[in-house]
């Protein structure tokens, strides 16, 4: 133990110092902001990341004691790998406690921008009675938000109806959104709150919505009450084995990090967001019995669907479910809530020294018959009457390596199976390795196992990844993911199949230095869509993309970070597209004011929205914006924080974008006359 105290001196002489200057010097949030665009630097569309967001301000807040944590713990921390948690455990177990969270330097797995990034959501302090167990109602936090945010330009959604069509559809309620959330969380365990939020041309405390908010969200949690593991009650997400069965909660597909393959379910959990169909409300509880877990839940609740007048056997049939939540007009609204959904199942499994196994059930009933129109792709979806999944899960450790996978069916319908493993062949060098065979008639309704498409369903594939750590701070990672569908595929009138590559590489030194170089290229098929050809012949085609990201840390008060990105797009008989995408991000920290200011101007030019690229943007606490950068133009934004004392923080956030060669933006509704689309967030937030 002497000589590793000697050794842990000495690195922090060396590099300690640096190290703290530099992290003390960051926001938090920005760390935060960071991680989050690395998990969707993929998406395209708008991802749900209120239960991922809840942990990471939760434990910027509330450092987790790396001496005495465990692996459940740590693996709320999305952005570690199952790698790195093993590790930091077995550190502990072998040297003993940590001195400092500074000795995150010997520890096998991690480099600089690891450590970087972990740092403020862990502290080492030696054991206390309160790493114990705490009373359930003690050392509790209050937490309020208000936002209200706003489109600057009129769309024609909210003006007068013409004189010649005064019945023409318009938005009944303001261009004002509103939100609101509360939640009271202990260090023993409970945590309680509602959400309520009222969307941009929603009516409010009128009409449709004469209680206020035209969505309304309550939830309660408490672990650890004797044989009780957990109990939620209100609105909840469950979350199994690899997805295949049963998850409700947003999952994230592919990235640049190989290793988050593999999924990290949280069983039954709170959920606060402002998804207004895709959750669960009713109750659930997790018991352990003997060396089981064992989870059970109920839900009941009506969701957003297109009823038609033809009933079969008194039971109504709809055409559409939307999830966009969105109620403005006479048709939306006659779509809020009108059909009921019905889910119930649950889960038993054992944790062995190395083996954990599991079982899932899950029931699903709506109350009324899918109707679709003529889709020849959807030939084979599984109705949603008296639907059951069941499933086996599994994870098995042996030595470096972890193997993971899961098997289930729709009873009555197909069948789905996913399985990998992690490998970490060197302590530079790790491996993943994922196959999947979804068949055509599996359910993906409350599923989400990876996929290339929108659901685990109709879909074989292999993905390997991997993670190189060339020499000190260079990485290089990557993935090869090859996939088909034996049956067709929305926009798809045939069999097909495609091929999806990225690699990225990063230099990480002990400075205020992050550079990265990515390349991305996807194969895919599609419908022909040239006009003057009657048939629609399935062609292959193909996106690439690639991007130079520098970020520099000046001074400590001072972040910038400049992209470049070029996309191209090739389809058959049809000439080459691209588009190229520059921006240049700004913050400004100063040292003795409470005060953080961020800001982007970027640049764009693009043949066609094919070749769009997106890129995310920081925001206010909680939301979430990654818009597509199409056509030709200028984007810029501002967001500013300050925080009063310590409890109450003000975000304002102004974005503008300016199309030059568009004189209208949108459609219908949500018409812009002119070429320029702005929009303006506040919100509050009030700790107690």
Same mark, same amino acid.
């Given at each position: ?109 991690f480099d600089y921008n690891d450590i970087s990034r972990l740092i403020p959501f862990v502290k080492a302090e030696t054991e206390t009675q309160q790493d114990k167990r705490i ?163 109920? #839900?009941?609740? /009506?969701?957003? =669907?297109?009823?038609?007048? %033809?009933?079969?056997?008194?039971? $109504?049939?709809?055409? +559409? ?121 599996? #359910?993906?309704? /409350?599923?989400? =196992?990876?996929?290339?498409? %929108?659901?685990?369903?109709?879909? $074989?594939?292999?993905? +390997? ?121 700004? #913050? ?20 066609s929205w094919n070749t769009r690229i997106y890129a995310y943007e920081n925001d206010v606490l909680y939301y979430f914006s990654i818009p597509a950068y199409y056509s030709r ?56």
């Amino acid at each position: 133990m002497l000589l590793k105290k000697l050794v842990i001196y000495f690195t922090i002489g060396l590099w300690g110092l640096s190290l703290h200057a530099q992290i003390s010097a960051i926001d938090p949030q920005s760390i935060i902001a960071d991680i989050v665009e690395e998990i969707v630097a993929n998406s395209e569309d708008d991802v749900d990341l209120d239960a991922l967001m809840d942990d990471l301000v939760f434990f910027a807040e509330n450092p987790i004691n790396i001496n005495s944590t465990t692996r459940e713990e740590l693996g709320r921390l999305i952005f570690l790998s199952d790698f790195q948690i093993i590790s930091l455990i077995d550190y502990v177990k072998d040297y003993g406690p940590f001195v400092t969270i500074y000795e995150l330097q010997l520890v096998i797995g991690f480099d600089y921008n690891d450590i970087s990034r972990l740092i403020p959501f862990v502290k080492a302090e030696t054991e206390t009675q309160q790493d114990k167990r705490i009373p359930l109602f003690k050392w509790g936090k209050h937490d309020l938000f208000i936002r209200a945010r706003s489109l600057i330009e009129n769309q024609v959604g909210y003006t007068p109806p013409p004189i010649s069509n005064p019945d023409a559809s318009r938005y009944k309620g303001n261009k004002l959104g509103l939100y609101t959330r509360y939640s009271y969380r202990t260090r023993g365990g409970l945590q309680m709150g509602f959400v309520g939020e009222k969307d941009p041309g929603e009516e409010f405390f009128k009409g449709s919505n004469p209680y206020g908010f035209d969505h309304y969200s309550f939830h309660l949690q408490i672990d650890d009450i004797g044989k009780i593991e957990r109990l939620v009650v209100g609105d909840f997400n469950a979350t199994f084995g690899q997805g295949l069965t049963m998850w409700t909660s947003t999952s994230f597909g592919k990235s640049p990090d190989p290793m988050g393959v593999r999924k990290r379910p949280n069983g039954l959990t709170r959920f606060s967001s402002t998804n207004e169909n895709e959750f669960l409300r009713g109750a659930g509880a997790t018991i352990k019995v003997g060396r089981f877990d064992v989870s059970v839940f109920g #839900s009941y609740k /009506y969701i957003d =669907a297109n009823l038609t007048d %033809s009933l079969i056997d008194g039971i $109504s049939m709809f055409t +559409t479910r939307p999830t966009s939540g969105l109620h403005r007009t006479t048709s939306e609204i006659s779509n809020k809530k009108t059909l009921a959904e019905f889910v119930a199942g649950g889960n038993i499994s054992i944790a062995l020294k190395k083996l954990n196994l599991g079982a899932t059930a899950s029931f699903v009933n709506l109350d009324g018959v899918y109707d679709p129109p003529n889709q020849p792709y959807r030939y084979f979806e599984p109705q949603l009457n008296n639907r059951v999944n069941v499933g086996l899960d599994f994870n098995y450790g042996l030595g470096n390596h972890l193997f993971f996978g899961e098997a289930a069916t729709t009873v009555n319908n197909g069948s789905g199976v996913v399985a990998g493993g992690l490998f970490r062949l060197h302590h530079q060098l790790t491996l993943s390795i994922l196959g999947r065979h979804y068949q055509k008639d599996y #359910s993906t309704y /409350y599923t989400n =196992a990876l996929a290339d498409g %929108s659901g685990p369903a109709n879909e $074989s594939g292999v993905l +390997t990844g991997f993670n190189f750590l060339l020499y000190r701070h260079w990485q290089l990672s990557g993935y090869v993911d090859v996939f088909q569908s034996s049956w067709l595929r929305y926009g798809i009138n045939a069999p097909s199949r495609g091929h999806d590559y990225l690699l990225e590489a990063s230099y990480s030194p002990r400075s205020r230095i992050n550079v990265k170089l990515r390349y991305r290229f996807k194969q895919k098929d599609k419908n022909q869509t040239i006009d003057e050809e009657p048939n629609r012949w399935v062609i292959p085609y193909n996106q690439q993309a690639l991007r130079f990201h520098l970020a520099y840390n000046p001074t400590r008060t001072v972040s910038l970070k400049t992209r470049i990105e070029f996309s191209w797009y090739n389809e058959e008989n049809l000439p080459q597209e691209s588009g190229i995408m520059l921006y240049q991000d700004i #913050s400004y920290r100063p040292n003795k004011v409470p005060l953080v200011i961020t800001g982007r101007f970027a640049v764009f030019e693009t043949d066609s929205w094919n070749t769009r690229i997106y890129a995310y943007e920081n925001d206010v606490l909680y939301y979430f914006s990654i818009p597509a950068y199409y056509s030709r133009g200028t984007r810029a934004y501002l967001l500013a924080k300050y925080s009063i004392k310590r409890n109450i923080d003000i975000w304002l956030r102004v974005a503008q974008t300016y199309f030059a060669d568009q004189k209208e933006l949108g459609s219908s509704l949500d018409k812009i006359e002119g070429s320029t689309r702005s929009d303006v967030r506040v919100q509050i937030r009030y700790k107690f």
